[in-house]
């Protein structure tokens, strides 16, 4: 019994590495472009305002702020330069820069698809 014990202490190691690599890698789907738009996040009846430093189909990266942890929730409000309306999302708290650096990489949940055909056109017009 004890060399399954050790040989699960290894696998779960090894398990562990290889999370890391990947969490240390570029895990992006989508093209981010740069912008400079205010967003508003709350929780509950907290209210912030962050900047966006990049933003794509999938998520929005805030600049400067200090981050909710990991895996917390908020609600978005945004509107994007030339368009009308507003949008409303909920987000997850993906990524954190370091204890150093200030921001967080904020992963969009139930985006609708008109919103998300917005931000894509937002985008395709950056690019071009």
């Known amino acids: 019994m004890a060399n399954n014990d050790r040989r699960q202490e290894k696998a779960d190691q090894k398990n ?3 999370e890391d ?3 240390k890698g570029d895990r992006r789907r989508d093209i981010r472009v740069p912008v400079n738009i205010w967003v508003e996040e709350y929780q509950g009846d907290d ?8 933003l794509s189909v999938g998520g929005v990266f805030f600049e400067r702020t200090i ?3 990991i895996g917390t929730k908020v ?8 368009s009308e309306g507003v949008i409303e999302t909920t987000g997850e708290v993906v990524s954190v820069p370091s204890d150093e650096d200030f921001g967080a990489g904020i992963r ?4 609708d698809p008109v919103e998300e055909q917005i931000i894509r056109e937002y985008i395709d017009k950056q690019l071009s």
């Open 108 to 111: 969009f949940i139930d985006l």
């Open 67 to 69: 981050p909710h942890p």
């Open 75 to 82: 609600g978005l409000r945004f509107s994007i330069p030339g």
């Open 21 to 23: 690599e990947r969490r």
């Open 47 to 54: 209210v912030y305002f962050q900047q966006a430093g990049n």
């Open 16 to 18: 562990l590495e290889i």
